[in-house]
């Protein structure tokens, strides 16, 4: 679809990067009675969700919503007559809402082709319509491209019977319509677009803010319109470009999150084009290809593929749950039926895997259904007239409390449906018992499957073509893949991990010839979609493959459905492979595959690329005839290399046939299977898969690994368990949790690829700065093989040293080298500038060791001036900072040594994850040393402080595992940085092994020393953008005196995030690198995602410009900044704030061990071992030296450049060009002229930054609170007061914490010293950082996020006095409740969402039901839950108590006991002695908390419990940690042995 | 990797040596290897590093933390192909290679370094009397020849090598057996040179032709030579010692270091030398503070002079060198041989100002104190002292190589007098010459068997690609 305003693809910025996500809601009557009151309602709830989306650069921009409603029969005919039109009945004609051009001339010729196709298809033109809009009040910008908005109105024609074919006729005819003008390639400033088209619905929709919709089309108020139901979108975009058609809700759909598998479903549709055939559509299906419109949006698309099912005949719910099944296959509680239906409708449509939360309707049903990880809200309520509500949150809409009869919310996978004919609501267990009984399908798939494990052949062992080290050394095998990989893989059964950045060069920039495997790059989610937590949330994860012919998808009517090919996982062994091979004798022909070889040998005429491409072409030739043959496999394989033979790229292969066969249309009748040896880490499977491998064998390795151990099989079993378990993790970063979704997805970037290898083999990827092409990577081929079967020495005996994961004398180059690291630790210890510059000379000069992109990049030359002239060091300094290296993952003293650093150069330190000692919080007043202030049995090597000094951290980092983050911590921030990504490991969570938890880091977080800490991939409370502006508002509220900084990593798109950042009003944005560092992370994460910073960064700025929000935000990047040089790079690309954190660690004394996660680092830095951390030698002083090193290089480059302020460099990528004279022939073919663009924006767009965000705190109700409760505060008076609460009061009672914790700390107030009784629905995050000392008592219900970060406050939650329902049974709380507690009380009256609890590490709460996941991660405090919970309870939880009521005794079934023992609670008189939770006895602590909820809710369920005690008790299951309760044992132990 | 924690649960242990009391008593090497069991624990003690600083310490490349680990498993075959891969000969620097590796060792900050060098050590005599250490004759010729000048360590490395990859090598050597410094400026107590003999056998039977007394320049013609091969490497030695020309320098008694090892070496290889210099009751005087000193004072020892004093002219090293400063660098600092715990008296700031003779033998020396400040020597006045002397051996280093051979092949020299040719780039090693090459210490100076093996190395892949336009050898 055409979008003239929408910048067009530029520089580095593309718009099919765009990522929206929304406030989504409905109200319907459930009988199906029409009335105005309803589509009213549906406004309302816009209005009240304004919250969830987002403004651009004016304010009025608003990103689009709209209404979908039945069409307003009443309105219609009293609008014909008008026109003289001749309207029939109700459903007999369709309308259909047109966005047309505002040029006369095209949109008269738009007009005329629907006209046409209309009559084609032997409908009838009634008349057209224009819609009265009144658009006086809308932002210029959406004014300027505003459509022309018409209705054309369409009688039902004679050759279609009934409305159902009606239906079916006008989608037809619509995208006929759109695929005819798209063809016109209008130019007009608006686009057409075809909103709706149906005789049941109509979608009024725009480029508007929430609250204008009704505003905007009168249509809507006029008390004629009346629709028993009304879906309303609310969008958040991350680009402030106005499109009108991009506004939700489409033709079905409203969508709330982010499709991220869609490129992959994309293709997917497209590959079964030949295949599909419909009863329905019979030769109407031809029409609508293509089906998805290239270049619209995941929900559009989404939309669409619903479309396609309904009209082919599925009913809507069931087309939902064929999109978006819940997670079945490992789920024990579902019932086989159910399975049966999920497992037969996999093999035809693959999962539309991401978080959504997804309302659909066709006029006559309506309904809502949440992925399989609940991600995001969806709350409802019914009334007792049979009005049903569903929001993303609750109190948009209100209802008298005595006609509410139940509030519940969507649970994962779930689906709510509202049948308005049949005049009833239908709950997800009926529905799907419905559908799932409708056909045998259990029987079916018993027929057709065939599941690869049974076909298995026995043992087979491989006739190698040369001698195994050749063969290795052919396919680029390493030392290290044999030590570093395939070893620990084999041993432990796990992915190997690592720590510290990645510093090695470049795969396009290296001497060495490279696999092409490492020219890509993994996509990783961040902040628009979450990562999903694989390991603690495995349940949704699902690696099941279908190998071979997939069913017809519209074939409803099928009854003997054809056969399936199911494996358990993708992996194959070589018993698989062969049985693949055999599989037509195995089952009767019904399979038959075909193995096609890839390797090739180079003709005398030929060059290699010749060679190679002639080979490909065959590889592709005999694929598509072996299709059109009819076998149903094919298996591409590279066993017959040898020392003629070389193999082309498996990777290469495999995208290359993929590729062809879905442009026939054709790759749904095959399977597509490698065997190759060249697989051997996960990031090679992963890629294999993503582009089209359904599963791969990798011979080679297993040739390989039957070197390493004598037990053959059962080391095939471990390495095959450990690139599974890998395979999840690289899904799961992006947000996929199916393999079938990820197969074929895509979901890479290449770097130094160019755009037309690209184009013809891996079309659809990304790649940005060109690079080589088919002739250099035939010729890296040749390199690789012809040094495999040559004379070199170092080659006889053993494989080349690799010298990847580090640093190796005869591997690859590094830039942290013993030279550089020596001459860098010398400067700075001499204080020798001298020395330095020696150092910078090693790093900078990269003319003949070429290993960043920024190395590649010449200033040009312009006017110089003396250096005098330019700003001085000490103001350049305070643009620096330290990276977020947790004291955890460092030790005190190298911790401490940064901070002090920073702060005597007024830069900024940065605590990372991990908490700070709030003795740090203390000026320094007077010489002093470290141990003197912190201790002397905290610090191993003590070092001197000054008089001013400080150890506070500037930077306090917020990440996902919430390690220490108190409101006292939040209020010695001068900046709160919220770690969306990092740079080592975007995508995935943090890990602190055991081991360096020494109990002051225990103290520090909340935790239990010697176990391991775990933060989690993904925030619990942001699955997608507006849920990072709450956090941001959160801790703008947690303190208003610091700024908000969010972390991003570089990839394809970052940019586009950033400016969805920037709109949710975060002050501070970090791209980081790639390279960034880490104290332990899988090392296929540290090579391969994310991509180096000056693409991200150059990405970011021209995003940020063309959006008009570059000047509200400071920017700051970093990995692997080690010069002054860099910085400047930096600058000129476009950051004001720059971050270092390898370098001043060797400044500190890092010598590169790269042995972070063994806590064996032997100068005292990565370790808590207190013989290691006396080895630490680092010193404030040598911090210092360095960064003004650092500025005094960038001022020497300034005056180079003709630059005075620091200032004028921001943004000038015009002063870049590629250096001269290199000559290298990889490099050549690198173009960076994407990094340097500069959008053509006029100068009043500022380019750095120059003004601050608008937080809107001036509004919040804690306004009014603190002014009331100020007695309290200064004179710790107790204060009481009563006040009314809304949804769209947010964040209520933080700034009030933020008030005390300032003054008090964690120590906060007595208990109840303000005292505050609420009424209503309270907006999300309710007591957030709630401090001690205060007391929330809401009457009503809260939304997601209650209580997070709870702080030692009070709060308790009970449904209205008039509230009709049975309290026990409905929901009170929503999700991610008391997300990261630290201390305080919660008691709520009624069941929690999802996630209740999630990392609490010392709070205490009751609740009387919670969703999935309660308790995950889980470190301290102590929960009671009085009813049921979802599945999933207690992952990862290692410390602190949970109580579960259970009198049916179900709940082990729904508890994860991977870490915790389920135990009876004994009475006090009977527990055993010895060491106690809370040093008390579970029945007084579980007897207290119950009384209390009594106390507090007046629950009836809490005084049930209390009457029959004595009975009651033993009904409880006490959930244990098994490491907590280690770790009690032994304090007691401790305890014991001290006392005697 | 061997023990993640090996570093801090196990001590630094050094091969033992036999007690200087015994070991004085004859020539025999004193150094013995470590066990198997100490050679696994100290191979534990290395933490496989992310950057090995070792491996860049030291000037073969030896990769180090690898072989480490191989012995840490007790894998002794594939350790000895992964130590052979990087240095030809780990039997000559496993003994008197200084080490530069442990200096560089991540250990050596703030613990002592792993003993890389006992572990060298270790691994190397495994392999020999396992025998594994065979011949590897190329598979194919390539009818090229090469003649190599010298037969000390840079040119036996590249005569190795070269050989190896189907060259026709013949090395020519001025004296009467092979090995040039290592066999007579290195006492047998050092290395016996049986290890030297060994290796002549594998590499003749890899195809070498040795011959000796083939003194180029003098019995053999430049000229012819360059006419006869494909290519020449110039890989002679830094022979020029550096005099002390004071009053009574001609005395009887006043010698050269040079003139009075090697011939302790012949004699405990057979030979009969008429008018050997010895030391046997004297008192001894070794003049130069350096490892040819050293060597001076073990070998009078052994000799059993009545007393050695050495003298050094630079100050005193200081006892630890300030690591923070010069990790991983070779320090400065003070530096006890094995001779020296064999009995010397050492003394620094010393300048010998002259020799009194009688009857034309030495029989005192005189001396003063020196002070230096800014590099700048100065005499301390009134520090002058008279001791006895009645054998005073100059060991003050060496200035160049011979410059007769050099000018007779007509090749330029750098500043200092070597054979001038680079040793990075596309024509290293190369001299003025075509086809003539240099390596070891006649192109760097004087400097260690390491040196001169790399050298040898590098020289050897220089003339490979050279000859054949590219080569397989590594660097």
Not at chain 1, 170 to 191: G, H, T, Y
Request: charged share 25%.
């Amino acid at each position: 679809m055409m979008r003239p305003i929408t910048p067009k693809k530029q520089g580095l910025y593309n718009p099919s990067n765009e990522h929206d996500s929304c406030g989504v809601g409905f109200v319907a009557n459930s009988r199906g009675i029409k009335s105005h009151k309803i589509i009213s309602q549906g406004l309302e709830i816009l209005t009240n969700l304004t919250h969830r989306g987002a403004t651009g650069y004016d304010p009025k921009l608003g990103d689009g919503a709209g209404i979908l409603i039945q069409i307003p029969d009443a309105l219609f005919q009293k609008e014909a007559k008008l026109l003289s039109i001749a309207l029939p009945g109700e459903g007999e004609y369709g309308i259909g809402m047109l966005f047309l051009p505002q040029a006369e001339k095209t949109r008269a010729l738009c007009e005329s082709i629907i006209s046409k196709v209309i009559a084609e298809e032997e409908q009838i033109e009634l008349g057209w319509r224009n819609v009265p809009v009144n658009n006086q009040d809308i932002a210029g910008a959406a004014r300027n491209v505003e459509p022309v908005i018409k209705q054309v109105i369409i009688g039902r024609g004679d050759n279609t019977d009934g409305q159902v074919a009606f239906e079916r006729k006008l989608f037809v005819i619509r995208k006929r319509i759109e695929n005819l003008v798209q063809a016109l390639d209008i130019d007009d400033p608006a686009s057409f677009y075809v909103s709706s088209m149906s005789s049941r619905t109509v979608v009024y929709k725009g480029m508007l803010l929430a609250n204008e919709v009704g505003v905007f089309f009168p249509d809507l108020l006029d008390e004629s319109s009346q629709s028993a139901l009304a879906l309303v979108h609310q969008r958040f975009s991350t680009n402030t470009f106005p499109s009108w058609d991009l506004a939700h809700p489409y033709r079905m759909i409203a969508h709330n999150g982010e499709i991220n598998t869609v490129r992959g479903n994309e293709n997917w549709i497209n590959a079964r084009q030949e295949k599909m055939k419909s009863m329905l559509l019979g030769e109407d299906l031809e029409k609508l290809w293509p089906l998805i419109t290239e270049g619209q949006s995941d929900s559009a698309s989404f939309d669409n593929c619903l479309e396609l099912l309904v009209a082919g005949g599925y009913s809507l719910p069931h087309a939902m749950m064929m999109l978006i099944p819940e997670a079945w296959s490992g789920n024990g509680l579902m019932s086989q039926e159910r399975k049966s239906f999920y497992e037969y409708h996999a093999a035809m449509m693959e999962p539309w895997d991401g978080p959504a939360a997804v309302a659909f309707t066709d006029g006559q049903m309506i309904g809502a259904t949440l992925d399989r990880n609940g991600l995001r809200p969806a709350r409802y309520l019914m009334t007792d007239d049979g009005v049903v509500m569903m929001a993303s949150e609750m109190g948009v809409l209100k209802f008298p409390e005595e006609k509410i009869v139940k509030k519940w919310r969507l649970e994962p996978g779930k689906m709510l449906l509202i049948d308005l004919q049949a005049g009833r609501i239908i709950d997800d267990a009926e529905v799907k018992k419905l559908l799932a009984s409708a056909k045998p399908y259990e029987s079916w798939i018993n027929q057709s499957r065939f599941l690869l494990s049974d076909l298995r052949k026995p043992t087979v062992k491989i006739k190698l073509q040369s001698a195994l080290l050749d063969i290795q050394q052919a396919f680029g095998f390493t030392q290290e893949d044999i030590s570093f990989i395939l070893k620990p893989m084999v041993s432990d059964g796990q992915e190997p991990s690592g720590s510290m950045g990645n510093d090695a060069a470049l795969p396009v920039l290296s001497n060495r010839p490279k696999v092409l495997y490492n020219y890509f790059k993994q996509l990783f989610a961040q902040v628009t979609n979450p990562p999903i937590d694989p390991i603690r949330e495995e349940l949704v994860m699902s690696l099941v493959t279908f190998i071979g012919p997939r069913p017809n998808l519209l074939g409803i009517e099928e009854t003997s459905p054809p056969p399936r090919l199911e494996a358990s996982q993708p992996i194959l062994s070589l018993e698989d492979l062969e049985a693949l091979k055999n599989i037509e004798q195995t089952t009767k022909g019904l399979f038959k595959s075909n193995v096609i070889d890839i390797t090739f040998e180079v003709g005398r005429d030929e060059s290699y690329s010749q060679a190679m491409e002639r080979a490909l072409a065959n590889i592709c030739n005999e694929a598509k005839q072996s299709v059109i043959d009819g076998l149903n496999i094919i298996i591409l394989s590279d066993r017959l290399t040898d020392n003629n033979r070389q193999a082309v790229p498996a990777l290469l292969a495999c995208s290359a046939t993929h590729h062809l066969l879905v442009k026939a249309g054709i790759r749904t009748n095959t399977g597509l299977v490698i065997d190759t040896g060249s697989a051997r880490e996960v990031h090679h499977f992963a890629l294999l898969a993503g582009y089209g491998a359904e599963a791969v064998c990798p011979w080679l390795t297993y040739e390989t690994i039957r070197t390493l151990s004598d037990d053959f099989s059962g080391a095939q079993e471990k390495y095959i368990k450990a690139i599974g378990k890998g395979f999840n993790k690289v899904m799961s970063k992006m947000g996929i949790s199916t393999y079938q979704s990820y197969c074929g997805a895509q979901v890479f970037e290449a770097v130094g690829l160019n755009q037309a290898f690209i184009d013809k083999y891996f079309k659809g990827t990304s790649t940005n700065i060109e690079g080589i092409g088919i002739k250099e990577i035939a010729e890296e081929v040749n390199q690789i093989h012809k040094a495999a079967f040559g004379l070199d020495p170092t080659l006889i005996n053993a494989l080349d040293a690799g010298g990847e994961y580090a640093f190796r004398i005869r591997g690859e180059e590094h830039m942290w080298n013993p030279e550089s690291i020596a001459k860098l630790q010398h400067a700075t210890r001499k204080n020798q500038y001298d020395t330095y510059k020696e150092y910078a000379e090693l790093i900078n000069n990269q003319t003949k060791k070429h290993k960043t992109l920024r190395g590649l990049f010449g200033f040009k030359k312009t006017k110089t001036i003396s250096i005098d002239e330019v700003e001085s060091a000490k103001e350049i300094v305070k643009r620096f900072a330290t990276g977020a290296m947790s004291l955890g993952s460092i030790s005190t003293e190298a911790h401490a040594t940064l901070a002090v650093a920073m702060n005597r150069i007024g830069g900024k330190s940065n605590t990372g994850e991990g908490g700070e000692d709030k003795k740090r919080f203390i000026p320094i007043t007077k010489d002093s040393s470290i141990a003197e202030h912190l201790g002397e049995d905290i610090i191993e090597s003590n070092y001197a402080l000054l008089a001013g000094d400080s150890m506070r951290s500037r930077i306090k980092q917020v990440a996902s595992g919430r390690f220490g983050v108190t409101a006292e911590y939040l209020s010695a921030a001068d900046q709160i940085q919220i770690k969306m990504a990092q740079g080592a490991k975007p995508g995935e969570g943090g890990q602190l092994p055991g081991h360096k938890v020494s109990p002051y880091i225990a103290k520090l977080r909340f935790s239990v020393p010697g176990v391991g800490l775990i933060s989690p991939p993904p925030h619990h409370d942001i699955y997608s953008i507006e849920d990072l502006a709450q956090l941001i508002h959160d801790l703008k509220n947690a303190n208003p005196s610091a700024s908000i900084s969010v972390k991003l990593v570089s990839e394809t798109g970052v940019g586009t995030v950033a400016a969805g950042v920037a709109k949710a009003k975060s002050d501070h944005i970090v791209i980081a690198g790639h390279d960034g560092g880490t104290g332990a992370s899988p090392l296929s994460s540290i090579k391969h995602a994310g991509t180096p910073w000056e693409i991200g960064l150059a990405e970011t700025q021209q995003t940020l410009v063309l959006n008009q929000l570059r000047g509200r935000v400071i920017l700051q990047v970093d990995g692997q900044m080690k010069t002054g040089r860099d910085v400047v790079v930096g600058a000129l690309l476009g950051a004001d704030e720059f971050g270092f954190a390898t370098a001043p660690l060797v400044v500190e004394g890092c010598i590169m061990m790269r042995k972070c996660h063994l806590n064996t680092c032997p100068v005292g830095i990565a370790t808590q071992d207190p013989e290691l951390r006396k080895r630490f030698n680092g010193q404030p002083e040598h911090v210092v030296n360095f960064f003004f090193f650092i500025a005094e290089e960038i001022r020497e480059i300034m005056a180079s450049l003709g630059m005075k302020k620091f200032n004028d460099l921001i943004g000038r990528s015009d002063l870049l060009d590629m250096q001269q004279g290199i000559d290298h022939w990889k490099i050549q073919g690198l173009d960076f002229s994407r990094i340097f663009y500069q959008p053509d924006m006029g100068a009043d767009v500022s380019r750095y930054n120059v003004e601050k965000q608008y937080h809107g705190l001036d509004k919040a109700l804690d306004n009014e609170i603190i002014k009331k409760a100020m007695p309290s505060i200064e004179k710790k008076e107790s204060t009481t007061f009563d006040i009314p609460i809304t949804n769209t009061n947010r964040t209520v009672g933080t700034m009030l914490s933020h008030e005390i914790a300032k003054r008090y700390g964690n120590d906060g107030l007595p208990d109840n010293t303000i005292s505050v009784k609420l009424e209503g629905t309270a907006g999300q995050s309710f007591g957030a950082f709630l401090a001690k000392g205060i007391t929330f008592n809401l009457h009503g219900e809260g939304n997601d996020y209650v209580g997070k970060g709870l702080c030692g406050g009070h709060i308790i939650i009970r449904p209205p006095q008039h509230f009709k329902g049975i309290e026990e049974k409905n929901i009170i709380v929503g999700n991610t409740v008391m997300y990261g507690a630290t201390s305080g009380e919660s008691y709520f009256r009624g069941i929690a969402g999802e996630r209740f609890c999630v990392r609490n590490s010392g709070a205490s709460a009751v609740v009387e039901g919670v969703g999935n996941h309660g308790c995950e991660y889980m470190t301290g405090g102590t929960v009671a839950v009085l009813g049921e919970t979802g599945q999933n309870f207690a992952a990862g939880m290692s410390g602190g108590v949970a109580y579960i009521y259970d009198p049916e005794g179900t709940f082990s079934q729904s508890c994860n006991p991977s870490m915790v023992t389920l135990e009876k609670v004994a009475k006090e008189n009977v527990q055993p002695k010895g060491a106690k939770h809370l040093n008390l006895s579970d029945e007084t602590i579980l007897k207290q908390l119950i009384v209390n909820h009594h106390k507090y809710t007046d629950s009836s369920i809490a005084i049930d419990i209390l009457n029959n005690w004595d009975t009651a008790i033993g009904n409880f299951v006490k959930v244990m940690p098994i490491e907590y309760k280690r770790a009690l044992n032994e304090l007691h132990a401790a305890t014991i042995k001290e006392v005697a | 990797m061997g023990k993640v924690t090996g570093f801090m649960d196990f001590p630094r242990v050094a091969a033992e040596n036999v007690p200087p009391a015994e070991r004085v008593k004859n020539y025999k090497e004193f150094v013995l290897h470590l066990s198997d069991e100490e050679a696994k624990t100290q191979g534990a003690r290395c933490m496989d590093c992310g950057i090995p600083f070792c491996n860049n310490g030291c000037p073969v490349n030896n990769i180090i933390p690898d072989w480490n680990d191989l012995v840490f498993q007790q894998n002794w075959k594939q350790a000895i192909e992964v130590l052979h891969s990087t240095n030809n000969f780990p039997e000559f620097t496993g003994r008197i290679c200084p080490a530069p590796c442990e200096a560089a060792c991540t250990l050596n900050i703030n613990d002592d370094p792993v003993g890389i060098k006992s572990i060298e050590h270790a691994i190397i005599d495994k392999a020999w009397e396992n025998n594994w250490v065979l011949p590897q004759p190329p598979k194919n010729k390539t009818g090229k020849k090469i003649a190599i000048v010298g037969s000390g360590p840079a040119g036996m490395a590249a005569a190795q090598q070269l050989a190896r990859v189907g060259h026709d090598v013949v090395v020519l050597e001025k004296n009467d057996r092979i090995g040039g410094l290592l066999r007579y400026g290195i006492p047998d107590f050092k290395m016996e040179k049986s290890h030297i003999d060994r290796r002549v056998t594998q590499m003749e039977a890899e195809g070498v032709v040795f011959k000796t007394n083939q003194n180029v320049g003098e019995n053999v013609d430049p000229e012819q030579l360059i006419h006869d091969y494909d290519s020449v490497i110039l890989a002679g030695g830094a022979e020029w010692p550096r005099d002390l020309p004071v009053p009574g320098r001609e005395l009887d008694g006043v010698h050269f270091a040079m003139d009075f090892l090697p011939n302790q070496n012949k004699i405990v290889a057979g030979d009969v030398i008429k008018d050997q210099i010895t030391a046997t009751g004297k008192n001894v005087v070794v003049i130069g503070g350096g490892d040819t000193g050293s060597d001076c004072v073990g070998t009078s020892n052994r000799h059993g002079a009545a007393s050695v004093y050495q003298f050094e002219l630079m100050p005193q090293p200081p006892e630890k060198e300030i690591k923070s400063l010069v990790w991983p660098y070779w320090p400065l600092k003070m530096r006890t041989s094995s001779s020296h715990e064999e009995g010397c008296e050492r003394d620094w700031s010393v300048a010998t100002k002259s020799f009194i003779g009688e009857n034309g033998k030495v029989k005192e020396l005189v001396a003063a104190r020196v002070e230096w400040k800014d590099g700048k020597m100065q005499e301390v006045p009134n520090s002058e002292f008279t001791m006895k002397a009645d054998l005073v051996l100059l060991a003050m280093g060496f200035i160049s190589p011979q410059q007769t051979i050099l000018d007779k092949f007509g090749i330029d020299k750098d500043a200092r007098g070597n054979a001038k040719a680079e040793t990075e780039g596309e024509n290293s090693y190369t001299t003025s010459r075509s086809k003539v090459f240099a390596a070891g210490d006649m192109r760097r100076g004087q400097s260690l068997v390491v040196w001169a093996i790399r050298e040898g190395r590098q020289c050897a892949r220089s003339v490979d690609e050279f000859l054949m336009g590219s080569s397989s050898l590594p660097r």
